[in-house]
């Protein structure tokens, strides 16, 4: 069985509203929010010991998007750093937002279950890319939402992909209803 779970960066300063922290607390623009590093600490937990019966797995790859001169933003590496540390797995981040499709071969060929961190408005692409353009996925992936996992599992290399999604449910506001 392959199982491919896909994340967006946890939380970001919203619409000019608060502002990004780097590690040692400084304000820093293209970093996570204090709740972001809150839900990048929570995620450890979340994926390193998931609840029985979860569709969550503990991931053998991670991949994260790399920070770049048009997309600087260390948001991605800074959410999956924890877990990654935690579970002893390198992250990948030779992929930047863009090269979607890059990333979606890589991901196929590497262990699973693997895991991507990503910018919420290449998701669907990047879900595309990786399973198929019929894949029966929403059409987008809310600016306000920090808090789902989408799931692409498939049997094996010929079988089809299957899509799900499950709310983490870690922080207070998170909502337990799907993305539609």
């Not at 946890?10 to 809150?38: I, M, P, Y």
């Amino acid at each position: 069985m392959q199982k491919i779970m896909i994340i967006r960066h946890a939380e970001k300063h919203q619409h000019g509203l608060g502002h990004g922290v780097d590690l040692s607390g400084h304000s820093a623009r293209h970093e996570l929010t204090v709740q972001g590093w809150q839900r990048a600490g929570a995620l450890v937990q979340f994926f390193s010991a998931p609840r029985p019966h979860s569709p969550i797995a503990t991931p053998r790859s991670i991949f994260a998007s790399d920070a770049t001169r048009e997309s600087p933003s260390l948001r991605a590496m800074h959410t999956a750093g924890p877990l990654a540390e935690a579970l002893g797995v390198t992250v990948n981040h030779d992929f930047a937002e863009g090269e979607e499709d890059r990333l979606a071969e890589a991901v196929r060929n590497a262990p699973s279950p693997a895991l991507i961190v990503w910018h919420h408005g290449c998701i669907v692409p990047l879900t595309q890319q990786i399973a198929g353009h019929a894949i029966d996925c929403p059409k987008s992936w809310p600016d306000e939402r920090f808090d789902m996992v989408w799931i692409l599992e498939r049997k094996d290399l010929h079988a089809p992909w299957h899509f799900s999604q499950f709310a983490q449910c870690l922080l207070a506001g998170d909502r337990p209803e799907v993305i539609t």
